[in-house]
């Protein structure tokens, strides 16, 4: 079946530094991707809904500077984490609509981002 | 305005009983989709099910079994015998016909079963 690969798996980094994390549709075509994020022991809330060939859609709250999000084709979206800071320190997921429809969606393995 | 709630925190079972997990959801569409994701240790999301909101018909998977009743709201999920291999977080999610597939997921139930 159509998978979503996310890279990397886990990252550490400093603060104040840039994290990019990337999601792959690996066998099927991805206009839209969405972005969450996972507090330890909490539930997956939606950050942003990528979109291919245009900017991408921000949940209120979520700061788009921030977290810089590009959908670079319909295989690829990325996003980066500018001037990271412990508090970012989360599981990152990301998904792509099922090519089968029906608001199913496809999702990533997640990043974990760690920022010391 | 949508929103899915899932009261139980944390449940622990002891193997082989029945366990079910509760999911109650609000939403002014009347055509919508309702979810059911386990998340293991790993991290990764697993899909059990989905029901669209014209199908009220229950479904049994296995072990695994879910009443949807439109007149409460409710999409409750039953794993019977369960296993040590179901410990895990459970999701239950939910999305609206016109949200673009936007994905509104409730605060999950923690199950444990021990040996």
């Known amino acids: 079946g159509a998978v979503v690969s996310q890279h990397p798996s886990w990252v550490i980094c400093k603060s104040g530094t840039s994290v990019k994390i990337e999601c792959r549709s690996l066998?099927?075509?991805?206009?839209?991707m969405f972005w969450y994020r996972q507090f330890p022991k909490q539930s997956l809330m939606l950050m942003a809904t990528?979109?291919?060939?245009?900017?991408?859609?921000?949940e209120q709250g979520v700061e788009k500077d921030k977290f810089l999000i590009n959908h670079a084709s319909l295989t690829l979206s990325t996003l980066t984490v500018t001037s990271a800071h412990p508090e970012d320190s989360s599981f990152y997921i990301c998904s792509a609509p099922s090519v089968e429809g029906a608001h199913t969606q496809y999702f990533g393995p997640g990043t974990r981002l760690t920022v010391l | 305005a949508q929103k899915v709630t899932q009261a139980q925190t944390e449940i622990s079972v002891v193997e082989k009983e029945d366990v079910t997990l509760d999911c109650v959801y609000e939403t002014r569409d009347t055509t919508y989709y309702l979810f059911w994701y386990k998340q293991p240790p790993s991290g990764e999301l697993v899909f059990l099910i989905r029901r669209n909101s014209f199908d009220e018909q229950n479904e049994i998977s296995g072990r695994y079994s879910w009443n949807f009743q439109k007149s409460t709201s409710s999409f409750n999920f039953t794993i019977t015998a369960s296993q040590v291999v179901d410990s895990a977080v459970y999701f239950c999610a939910l999305s609206e016909m016109d949200s673009s597939y936007k994905l509104i997921f409730g605060s999950g139930t923690r199950l444990l079963v021990r040996p």
């Open positions: 990528s979109n291919e060939g245009s900017k991408a859609t921000y």
């Open positions: 066998d099927f075509q991805a206009t839209t």
